[in-house]
């Protein structure tokens, strides 16, 4: 008998599949291959890839809302960043517009805008943001009963056992990351790419902006990749090499001989094997980490978690084709979801 088959349909109810869109194209690709809801952000800093050339015009939200309704699909506005002081007009006018707009939830992290949108537009459905890093029952609640956030994002360093215990302890939904980028541990907190572009990933919301990114070449084809002054990383000639980001690139510390990966590994999470334990957790969205990808991309990671939920609701064993071309330096792990015992 299949995992799947083990477990009896009222264990779990069918789970939402949120997906990412960088821009309209793949908003419609999204759509397209079974998404139940896509997230976007506007083109300026209240979103956490606020990058030249992604995300959506106000008239972009507007038409795509259109296509998204048009064929039973959600779409979810970003408004993830925390508004540095003096600036908080431009979070205001993205809340105004979502709700203007009639987006079906706006994704917030800052309790700023948590309460401005609450206490302006009750009627506006919130999701609470990885990038709040809320972990704890405590926390999660809070934002319940002060904003009335109707859904939380967890961290990503969460097993699905303690999963499963907030999911009896809190009164809302929750989403859950299941494939894509997995960052650092200490969701929201990341300050490392400000200090040398002077650009915070959580409040200008762009880690390693391009403007600060070089790539030099030798005659050998080494490659070196640099964030502004700083070397990030090495590559032998032919060696895959990642965009750089200071939280994944190798270093030499201290006595350490061999430059290696101080902070994260270039490596994707994948938890497809572990969706019906998710599932039965209490998880009632499964959210898929993308927006800077391609439109190849979101197409096939869609289309595979399309399927896979659609044949475990239906009593299958769901069959995975490969998704390690689609990862980050072709490797992938289930992180810290099983056991904590992961770096």
Same mark, same amino acid.
């Given at each position: 008998?299949? +995992? %799947?088959?083990? !477990?009896?349909?009222?264990?779990?109810?069918?789970?939402?599949? &949120?997906? #990412?869109?960088?821009?309209?194209? $793949?908003?419609?690709?999204?759509?397209?291959?079974?998404?139940?809801?896509?997230?976007?952000?506007?083109?300026?800093?209240?979103?956490?890839?606020?990058?030249?050339?992604?995300?959506?015009?106000?008239?972009?939200?507007?038409?795509?809302?259109?296509?998204?309704?048009?064929?039973?699909?959600?779409?979810?506005?970003?408004?993830?960043?925390?508004?540095?002081?003096?600036?908080?007009?431009?979070?205001?006018?993205?809340?105004?517009?979502?709700?203007?707009?009639?987006?079906?939830?706006?994704?917030?992290?800052?309790?700023?805008?948590?309460?401005?949108?609450?206490?302006?537009?009750?009627?506006?459905?919130?999701?609470?943001?990885?990038?709040?890093?809320?972990?704890?029952? +405590? %926390?999660?609640? !809070?934002?319940?009963?002060?904003?009335?956030?109707?859904?939380? &994002?967890? #961290?990503?360093?969460?097993?699905? $056992?303690?999963?499963?215990?907030?999911?009896?302890?809190?009164?809302?939904?929750?989403?859950?990351?299941?494939?894509?980028?997995?960052?650092?541990?200490?969701?929201?907190?990341?300050?490392?790419?400000?200090?040398?572009?002077?650009?915070?990933?959580?409040?200008?919301?762009?880690?390693?902006?391009?403007?600060?990114?070089?790539?030099?070449?030798?005659?050998?084809?080494?490659?070196?990749?640099?964030?502004?002054?700083?070397?990030?990383?090495?590559?032998?000639?032919?060696?895959?090499?990642?965009?750089?980001?200071?939280?994944?690139?190798?270093?030499?510390?201290?006595?350490?001989?061999?430059?290696?990966?101080?902070?994260?590994?270039?490596?994707?999470?994948?938890?497809?094997?572990l969706l019906p334990d998710l599932m039965r957790a209490g998880v009632t969205?499964?959210?898929?980490?993308?927006?800077q990808r391609s439109r190849a991309y979101v197409k096939s990671v869609v289309?595979?978690?399309?399927?896979?939920?659609?044949?475990?609701?239906?009593?299958?064993?769901?069959?995975?084709?490969?998704?390690?071309?689609?990862?980050?330096?072709?490797?992938?792990?289930?992180?810290?979801?099983?056991?904590?015992?992961?770096?």
């Amino acid at each position: 008998m299949s +995992e %799947a088959q083990g !477990f009896h349909q009222q264990d779990y109810q069918r789970p939402e599949l &949120v997906c #990412p869109a960088g821009t309209p194209a $793949a908003l419609r690709a999204a759509v397209d291959a079974g998404a139940d809801a896509v997230y976007c952000g506007l083109q300026n800093e209240t979103n956490a890839r606020n990058f030249p050339g992604l995300n959506f015009t106000v008239p972009e939200v507007e038409q795509s809302i259109a296509y998204a309704h048009a064929r039973n699909a959600k779409l979810l506005l970003a408004v993830n960043t925390f508004p540095p002081a003096g600036k908080f007009a431009m979070w205001r006018d993205a809340i105004d517009g979502a709700a203007k707009l009639g987006v079906d939830a706006a994704i917030v992290a800052d309790m700023g805008v948590a309460d401005y949108a609450a206490r302006n537009y009750p009627e506006l459905r919130l999701h609470l943001s990885v990038q709040a890093g809320a972990s704890s029952p +405590e %926390a999660i609640r !809070f934002y319940c009963e002060q904003f009335g956030v109707k859904r939380v &994002v967890l #961290p990503r360093m969460l097993t699905v $056992a303690e999963i499963a215990e907030l999911h009896r302890q809190i009164p809302c939904e929750i989403e859950a990351f299941i494939f894509g980028n997995i960052g650092m541990m200490a969701e929201g907190r990341c300050s490392l790419s400000s200090y040398v572009t002077g650009a915070s990933t959580n409040m200008d919301g762009v880690c390693s902006p391009a403007a600060d990114v070089h790539y030099e070449e030798d005659a050998a084809r080494n490659l070196t990749t640099r964030l502004g002054e700083y070397v990030i990383d090495c590559f032998s000639g032919g060696e895959s090499a990642g965009y750089p980001t200071i939280c994944k690139g190798r270093y030499l510390c201290g006595v350490q001989s061999d430059p290696y990966y101080a902070f994260e590994e270039p490596v994707s999470l994948n938890l497809s094997a572990l969706l019906p334990d998710l599932m039965r957790a209490g998880v009632t969205a499964l959210k898929i980490e993308g927006r800077q990808r391609s439109r190849a991309y979101v197409k096939s990671v869609v289309g595979a978690f399309r399927k896979a939920v659609d044949d475990i609701m239906a009593g299958r064993e769901a069959a995975f084709a490969s998704l390690l071309a689609l990862t980050e330096g072709r490797r992938e792990t289930e992180g810290a979801f099983p056991s904590k015992r992961w770096r």
